[in-house]
């Protein structure tokens, strides 16, 4: 039985600091990503992490590169989502996925795509205030 439950969310006002946490079980999983939904909004990705033969590859979205983390800790089997600078845009929901297999050929599309996913954590929700 695959579980991912995420946790770290929270109120905070502009320009501060979340870290999200993400615990596994039953399996590590080569490719982790956190995604994000905001009311009336579809669900996009944030940022993904991958582990394969080629090593460890991160990825983000160009609305976050700079200011959000992603990382992992495979003997804990938890993804983390180090978030700072926070906008009032970056409200959401927060979910935290995994795919399986080997990431051969993933790309950053690929890593930031929903669809690409086939577990999906409840979510943690974010708020930021200006």
């Known amino acids: 039985q695959v579980q991912l439950v995420e946790s770290g969310g929270g109120s905070v006002q502009a320009g501060g600091s979340l870290k999200l946490s993400c615990v596994a079980s039953g399996y590590t999983y080569s490719t982790m990503g956190w995604f994000r939904q905001a009311p009336g909004k579809e669900r996009e990705g944030v940022a993904a992490i991958s582990t394969g033969a080629g090593g460890r590859s991160t990825y983000y979205a160009d609305s976050v590169k700079g200011r959000f983390t992603i990382s992992r800790d495979n003997a804990k089997n938890t993804v983390y989502l180090q978030m700072n600078s926070l906008k009032p845009e970056d409200t959401a929901m927060y979910y935290c996925?995994?795919?399986?297999?080997?990431?051969?050929?993933?790309?950053?599309?690929?890593?930031?795509?929903?669809?690409?996913?086939?577990?999906w954590g409840q979510g943690t929700q974010v708020t930021v205030s200006s």
């Open positions: 996925a995994a795919k399986r297999g080997a990431p051969f050929g993933l790309t950053a599309i690929r890593a930031l795509n929903v669809n690409e996913y086939n577990y």
